[in-house]
Each structure stands twice: as C-alpha cells, then as structure tokens.
C-alpha cells in the first residue's frame, strides 16, 4: 500500500460532529437479491441498511413494501447518485423535492449523494464524474450544495469521488477542496476508504497524508468496499470484499477518531447474505 510505512496507530481522540446526526453501527446496502431473507424475520448481523435513493423514488409496489417493512425494524440512511451537483445544468428541484418526500416518508437518518457531475445538457450519463479542483468549481458547487440544502430541508452528506484522472486546471488536493466545500456549504460527509485508497493508488498519493487531513468533525459515516486491482490502476468496481490494504486504513481511522456510522458496499455479483454479514463483524471488530 502506498504509504503503507506510514500506517501507525494513534490514540483515539473525541472530535464534537458539527452536525447532530447520530452513530447508526455497521450495515449494509439494502439490494433485491436479499428482499426475502432480510423480511422473514431471520436474527440480521447488521444494524442498519443504506438504500441506493433513486431505487425507490417512483414505486408504490413491492420494494416500496419491503422498504417499509426494513424501516420498521432498521434505521435507513439514503444515498444518492443523480442529485448533478458538480454540473452547470439548472437544479433539478423537482429531483430534490421527490428524494425530500421519499426522506420524510421513511424516516431516513439522513440524505446523502456524491462530490461529481453525473449529467450536462439534460442528460444522465449514468456515472460519476470528477470535478476540477479549482476555485471557481468550488464557489459553484456551494452555491448548488446550500440550494439543494434549502431544499431538502437537511444538511447533505456528500461522498469522497474514486478518481482516475486529475485536471490541469486543479488548484488544490482533493482533501482541501472537499474540505473547504463542506465548510463553506455547511454540509456533512461520508468518508468512503475504499475510494481514498484507489483514488491514492491511481495518483501515486499517500493514503495516510490523506486522511491526516480530512475535517473530522464533518464525517458522519464510513463506506468499505471492494474494487479491482489492475497492477497499474485501481477500479472501484464494488464487486468483492474489502481488501486487507482497505481494512488497515479503517482501522487508522477507529483508532484515530472513533466508530463512525459504516456501510459495507457490495453491488456486482452480490453475495448471499451471510457473505456480507461476515464483512460487517469484521468491522465491528475493528470499531471495539
């Protein structure tokens, strides 16, 4: 691992979260393949469950059911792909106002999306791309996140991007940029690991430097996920089990500054679920 010299552990220390926004534990993302097992009324080894928001936001059969009936049991905390808040097409209010609806409908935790641009020209391109990390990327991206705040009627949780590619136009490291836009838009954070390794794998970056500096107090919960080594570059493809590389930079981050909210990742050739309860314990291993 990059920076793998410098992985040491620190004392835990007690960090104030700029926003009253609970510690949910370990779960997992709630998927289709795992609707029956996770409604029988089976003992779950998860303590809440993450729904991918757009799945459920123009439904009123089944998975809206089987959200419900999850809801009565688990916290739920939504993460999106689709809010375009890196993009210069106009806000989709009418998006936010479905995603706040669905929000209030089931009691989400909270409402979360990602630090890109998924569309231009009213189109969706079904991926998320990076931003320039540049002043003026940054004073357009608050004003968008503070909208769409307004909005939602909640502080967002935005996710650190995976990254293939830097611009020649970048001013400033992805940390800092990330930083300054959730100070300057008072938002929240989801420190994925698994995208800081492969963003720092595919850069030739230091992990550890890294997290060093992100802002604490603004994170409010944790992804893990598998991706794809291809000896020159990493994909973050969340196709498999959290690498044992991934899992030592977690527990930096538990020694560092304590248990956080956690979702373990799995999206292509999902596993039964048992599978994923195993990655689960493992991280509640590490959290103590």
Same mark, same amino acid.
Not at 121 to 138: F, I, K, Q
């Given at each position: ?6 992985? #040491? ?5 007690? /960090?104030?979260?700029?926003?009253? !926004? +609970? ?7 709630? #998927?289709? #393949? ?6 029988? @009324? ?37 993460? @999106? ?15 936010? #106002?479905?995603?706040? %609806? !669905? ?51 909640? +502080?967002?949780?935005?996710?650190? +991007? ?8 970048? @001013? ?15 938002? %929240? ?86 599978? /994923? ?12």
């Amino acid at each position: 691992m990059q920076g793998q010299g410098r992985l #040491r552990l620190q004392p835990q220390v007690t /960090l104030p979260r700029r926003h009253a !926004l +609970p510690e949910l534990g370990v779960g997992v993302g709630l #998927r289709m #393949r795992h609707f029956g097992h996770v409604t029988s @009324g089976a003992e779950l080894g998860v303590d809440l469950f993450e729904i991918l928001t757009e799945n459920f936001l123009f439904t009123e059969g089944r998975p809206m059911a089987i959200l419900e009936q999850v809801r009565r049991d688990h916290q739920i905390v939504m993460h @999106g792909v689709s809010m375009n808040l890196g993009s210069t097409d106009p806000l989709d209010t009418d998006h936010l #106002r479905r995603v706040k %609806a !669905l929000a209030d409908r089931i009691e989400a935790a909270w409402v979360g999306d990602h630090v890109c641009w998924t569309g231009v020209a009213g189109r969706n391109g079904h991926d998320l791309y990076p931003v320039p990390y540049t002043e003026e990327a940054l004073a357009h991206m608050v004003e968008r996140v503070k909208r769409a705040q307004g909005v939602l009627g909640r +502080p967002l949780v935005l996710e650190n +991007p995976s990254t293939y590619l830097t611009f020649a136009t970048d @001013g400033m490291p992805e940390v800092e940029w990330i930083a300054r836009l959730a100070e300057a838009s008072d938002c %929240a954070l989801l420190l994925d690991v698994n995208n800081v390794y492969v963003t720092c794998r595919n850069h030739s970056l230091d992990p550890i430097a890294y997290l060093e500096q992100v802002p604490w107090e603004r994170v409010v919960q944790h992804h893990l996920a598998g991706h794809t080594d291809h000896g020159t570059h990493c994909i973050d493809t969340h196709d498999g089990p959290v690498c044992d590389d991934v899992w030592a930079l977690y527990r930096w981050v538990v020694e560092r500054v304590g248990p956080i909210t956690t979702i373990v990742e799995w999206d292509g050739d999902v596993p039964s679920f048992d599978v /994923l309860e195993a990655e689960v314990a493992r991280a509640k291993a590490l959290r103590g």
